[in-house]
Each structure stands twice: as C-alpha cells, then as structure tokens.
C-alpha cells in the first residue's frame, strides 16, 4: 500500500523568506514523488518529480525538493517566496514495486499563504 | 501549451439525474483520468482508461459510474442517478503514457453540484 501525509494544513511565510512545504510518504518498494500545484479555481500542474538519481529536484517558478530516503521525506522548497505562490500545494507518490497500481496516491493538500 | 479542456465548468442538478462531465484530453496523449476533490479535502482518484478500455478503478467507481470515449477527441464521465454526496470538484487529466513517472496533466474541472 502507498499513502503520503502532509501534515500542515496551512503554511503562512512572509514574501522574500524561504518556504518550506512538508510531505512524508510510505511505500513498500521505492517511490515516485510528485508535487502539484491548484490555484482557485484550477486544476492541478505539475512542479517537479523525483524518479531517481539526484536526491534535489528542481521544479518550475524556481521551487525544488529534496528526497530523503531515511526520514521517508520530500520536503517542498524555495528560497524567497512570492506572493503569487500562494495556492493549494498537493504531494503525491505511487510506488515503484512492479505490478502495483500506476496511479498516485494524493496527500491532503497545504495551502500556502505569503503576506507581503 | 496544450491543455486539458473541461465543460462545463459549473454543472447543477437535481438529485436523482444524471450527469455527463466532458473532457478533451491534450491531443497525442493516451491515457485519460478522472478525479474528484470533496470541498476542503484531497483528490481522488476515480479511475483510468487507456485503448478503449478501463485500466484502474478506485473502490469509488462503482456501478453509478461510466466512462466512455465516444470519438476521438472526448473522454466523458456519466454518473447515474446522482445523490447529494456526488458533489464535488470533477477533474481530468491525461498523459502521454502511462508510465509512472509521468506527470499527469489537468484540467481545471468542472463543479457538480447536486441539489
């Protein structure tokens, strides 16, 4: 079975401080890890995966993510946030064990909230 | 960049009808997917079609539901005799292939609301 957590509810951070968004996943095998953007009244886009190799993930709207193996773990990040980053943060993850469903197992969202 | 396209964007009915969601997927992909978001909690997962045919279905695509592509541009999603419980945010998405490293592609969804 997969499934991801992410446990903020909400994330507020002033505009120009860096921003974290957590996302912890389980998996029977390895993982794929996806991260997913919904602004109002938008259907979710695609940031940034991790498939394997490099354990940080650029994305789009310069946003990164780093896959930690150990704490089961991959964080959403970036340096100096803006206030048209605020919007409804998805992580997703979909186990790598062959024979297993293709589809993603979605986490509740967070919405991220920047003040100017 | 292509997108998704769904209509229409906002859908009210009478508990009791039914309902057709519509969808044009981006034109070279291959693989179509519907989701549901309740107000305030995650996406879903409905079920996947791929070649004409159902690949996945979650446990909540049950007999109350029906996908079909009836040309080749449209991916639809009845649902049957519609209960309060139905209304939600409806999204598709599709991608090139089915391989799970593919990053899926949305639309932006269409509102059931079911009175």
């Known amino acids: 079975a997969q499934s991801v957590a992410q446990p903020e509810d909400q ?12 996302c912890t996943y389980s998996v029977s095998g390895n993982p794929y890890l996806f991260w997913y953007v919904q602004y109002p009244n938008r259907g979710l886009q695609f940031l940034l995966k991790y498939i394997t190799g490099d354990n ?14 150990s704490q089961t773990s991959f ?40 003040h100017p | 960049e292509p997108e998704v396209t769904q209509t229409p964007s906002h859908q009210v009915t009478q ?3 039914e309902v057709i969601l519509r969808c044009v997927p981006i034109s070279n992909h291959l693989y179509f997917y519907w989701y549901r ?29 029906s996908v079909e592509r009836p040309d080749g541009s449209n991916f639809t999603l009845k649902i049957r005799s ?3 419980e139905d209304s939600a945010m409806y999204f598709c998405a599709s991608s090139e292939r089915q391989g799970s490293n593919q990053p899926q592609h949305f639309g932006d969804g269409t509102r059931l609301s079911i009175l």
Do not use: W
């Open chain 1, 11 to 22: 994330v507020n951070v002033a505009e120009g401080n860096p921003l974290t968004v957590k």
């Open chain 1, 75 to 114: 964080h959403l990040k970036k340096p100096s946030a803006l206030v048209s980053d605020s919007a409804l943060y998805f992580c997703a993850v979909r186990d790598r064990k062959s024979g297993g469903s293709y589809i993603p197992t979605f986490g509740r969202g967070t919405s991220l909230i920047v």
């Open chain 2, 15 to 17: 508990m009791g009808q």
């Open chain 2, 82 to 84: 519609t209960k309060l």
């Open chain 2, 37 to 65: 978001q309740i107000l305030g909690q995650k996406v879903e997962f409905l079920v996947s079609f791929y070649n004409n045919e159902i690949s996945e279905k979650s446990e909540i695509f049950d007999d109350q539901f």
């Open chain 1, 56 to 69: 940080l993930v650029k994305g789009s709207y310069g946003f990164e993510a780093e896959f930690n193996k």
